[in-house]
């Protein structure tokens, strides 16, 4: 079974299950599955899948930006192109090419920038935030969230791959932590925080938010 859109075709796979319900997801294969009950007959489905073409269309155009980030390597926003080589030892960048020998070269790199980056824009904030204590910066790779506070230890966690996106959006999850010091919720208060340092803080939620 096929979907159309846009000239192209996507594969919908039906996963048979002891469901009471229908769910229909695009994965980041941009297959479309198709979980249902074992009794759902192929006609009910074909009609579901009708139904909620225009539900579906966005789900495939969600799925495809996040591919393309996924496959494109980018460092403060910028896009560059991988190459793996020999000629160098370190690391090089020339236009919109980094050459590297090895991945844990590249890795070692981006920890460098990113502890360098966020250190920096930490020391901004610290300057325009009032009232708060200057927390420790650990940085590491989490797989659902930017970043987190520990109010107690007087600390934040900022992700690394934070580091791929442009400092806007670094500055948004420093302001969002920072925040967390003043209100330790997502009160109507806490945002007003937020807002009141990143006024475009919802643009740049929703520029994170595209990769999750």
Do not use: Q
């Not at 009708?50 to 789900?59: L, W």
């Not at 090895?102 to 070692?108: F, M, R």
């Not at 009160?187 to 929703?206: C, D, G, H």
């Amino acid at each position: 079974m096929k979907f159309k859109y846009n000239d192209n075709e996507y594969d919908i796979i039906i996963e048979k299950k002891n469901n009471k319900n229908t769910y229909i997801r695009v994965k980041p294969d941009l297959k479309i599955y198709v979980t249902t009950n074992y009794l759902m007959p192929t006609k009910t489905i074909l009609k579901l899948i009708n139904d909620n073409e225009s539900s579906i269309i966005r789900m495939i155009d969600i799925a495809s930006k996040k591919k393309d980030k996924a496959d494109t390597f980018y460092i403060l926003g910028e896009a560059y192109d991988l190459v793996k080589c020999n000629i160098t030892k370190s690391i090089y960048i020339d236009n919109d090419k980094i050459y590297y020998s090895k991945d844990s070269v590249l890795d070692k790199y981006l920890r460098e920038k990113a502890s360098t980056i966020f250190k920096e824009r930490l020391d901004y904030w610290m300057n325009i935030v009032s009232g708060i204590p200057y927390p420790d910066l650990i940085i590491k790779k989490m797989t659902r969230k930017w970043g987190y506070c520990n109010k107690n230890k007087k600390l934040i966690c900022l992700n690394l791959n934070l580091i791929r996106y442009s400092i806007d959006e670094i500055d948004y999850v420093i302001v969002h932590e920072l925040c967390h010091f003043i209100h330790f919720d997502h009160s109507k208060k806490f945002w007003e925080s937020v807002s009141k340092y990143k006024p475009n803080y919802k643009l740049n939620r929703k520029v994170l938010n595209e990769e999750w």
